[in-house]
């Protein structure tokens, strides 16, 4: 019964959307009370694929419209009600609401863990948009790469359903990587790289020289 209630509401709000759009078109309803209702048709739209996951948590791909639609709903009133507390972050709402429904499947349903890489991917974009908007001194380059690399990095650390995945690592530590890079004076950053890898090699070298040294004394004691 839950489930044909779901589809009845669902139709509903589909045939309002059409019908307002039709209003919309023939400029019959003045735009600022327009905008308020798409505010309410994009929430309830999306709350109502949201209660369609809570009732059958198989239907876990719900949770993607049902953020989607919540953040244009969001997008929409922070422009209505509070641009002027909130500045221009209506994209970042959007994105992080967007990213919301993704975290929620990667934390739920650990099998879906490609979800991860989207919702990291979402939240930096998120975190990007509303460091610029904030903070005009910031590298969004920066953060956006070491959102990547975090979100692979996560992958890494977070076991799935067939245990612990190995290649999220590797790009993990190119993004993280490029990041710091990008953040820094590339100049002072590869040199101080090249400095390390030099020692770093030196170190491995003498090691194992010494080692060899030692197992062929080993050797010839024994002989």
């Known amino acids: ?13 589909l045939i309002a959307a059409g019908i307002f759009q039709l209003l919309d078109w023939f ?13 309410l048709l994009f929430l309830a739209s999306g709350v ?4 369609a996951y809570i009732t059958d948590r198989r239907h876990w791909w719900a949770l993607i419209p049902g953020f989607t639609l919540i953040g244009l709903g969001m997008t929409i009133s922070s422009s209505l009600l509070f641009a002027d507390a909130v500045g221009d972050l209506g994209g970042s709402l959007f994105l992080g609401s ?3 429904g ?23 974009l998120a975190v990007v948009a509303g460091t610029e908007e904030l903070t005009r001194g910031l ?12 979100t692979f990095l996560l992958l890494y650390i977070v076991p799935t359903t067939r245990g612990r995945m190995t290649w999220p690592l590797i790009p993990a530590i190119i993004l993280i990587v490029m990041g710091v890079l990008i953040g820094t004076n590339y ?10 890898a030099l020692i770093g090699v030196g170190v491995y070298l003498l090691v194992r020289s010494l080692m060899r040294s030692s197992d062929d004394d080993s050797e010839e004691e024994s002989g």
């Open 102 to 124: 993704f975290w929620l499947i990667f934390a739920l349903h650990r099998k879906h863990w490609w979800s991860g890489i989207p919702a990291g991917v979402l939240t930096t």
């Open 1 to 13: 019964m839950k489930k044909y209630w779901l589809r009845a509401v669902g139709g509903i709000l």
């Open 187 to 196: 100049v002072v950053a590869l040199n101080y790289i090249g400095a390390a």
């Open 139 to 150: 590298d969004g380059g920066t953060v956006f790469f070491l959102g990547l690399g975090l």
């Open 48 to 51: 109502v694929f949201v209660v």
């Open 98 to 100: 967007m990213a919301l």
């Open 27 to 39: 400029n019959i309803i003045p735009d600022n009370i327009l905008s308020y209702i798409w505010l």
